[in-house]
């Protein structure tokens, strides 16, 4: 390796020859280790076009960090009025969404995630912060990226923020990906 003087002040030129690739390649692996380390990232998915865009985040996120995807549904328990007597049976009803959710969530797989990264999918069924957190803590995820739709107001006090709860009471970091937002990953 040979170092010379630049054109510009306060630079150099550093000639490599062949000899010199192996010394590059080790400095150039120290400088990229991080003491970041994203080997489980979960990623709750409603299917809705905002979560699949926190799924374009997340994909990059672990290809960098060699790490794993793993996709959660939650199946929400049912809401309907009438109890017992309206003839619907609840069970059944949590099943048939579960694995509608499961087969969603593997053709997510194979049509966003391509094999880009090793991931796995997971059908909960539940209240989706109670769901989320729960995931989270058996991984156990070194990061949640999730996706919020940005309501506000009377939505956001009738509807309620699953993001927003999922941020306070995560055990990791989240990243949180917003509908309409400065986007910095490539589609």
């Known amino acids: 390796m040979k170092a010379k003087r630049s054109k510009h002040r306060g630079e150099v030129v550093l000639e490599l020859d062949r000899g010199d690739e192996s010394l590059l390649a080790a400095a150039g692996a120290g400088r990229a280790a991080s003491l970041l380390r994203l080997k489980k990232i979960l990623v709750p998915i409603d299917f ?3 979560s699949k865009k ?4 997340a994909i990059p996120l ?3 960090h060699e790490g794993a995807l793993t996709l ?7 809401n309907f009025v009438g109890g017992e007597y309206t ?3 609840y069970g059944r009803l949590e099943e048939d969404q ?3 959710g499961g087969k969603q969530l593997d053709a997510l ?5 391509r094999e880009e990264v090793p991931s796995e999918t997971l059908v909960r069924t539940g209240m989706p912060v109670v769901e989320i957190l729960e ?3 058996a991984l156990p995820a070194d990061l949640i990226v999730i996706s919020t739709h940005g309501r506000t107001g009377l939505k956001h006090v009738l509807l309620g923020s699953v993001a927003e709860d999922v941020v306070r009471r995560a055990p990791c970091p989240v990243l949180v990906v917003r509908e309409h937002e400065h986007d910095f990953v490539g589609g």
């Open 135 to 137: 995931a989270a803590r």
């Open 98 to 100: 579960a694995a509608i």
């Open 87 to 89: 003839g619907i049976e």
């Open 72 to 78: 959660l549904y939650v199946v929400p328990p049912p």
């Open 109 to 113: 797989v194979t049509d966003e995630v």
């Open 62 to 64: 672990a290809r960098q």
């Open 54 to 57: 926190a799924l374009q985040y």
């Open 48 to 50: 809705s076009d905002c």
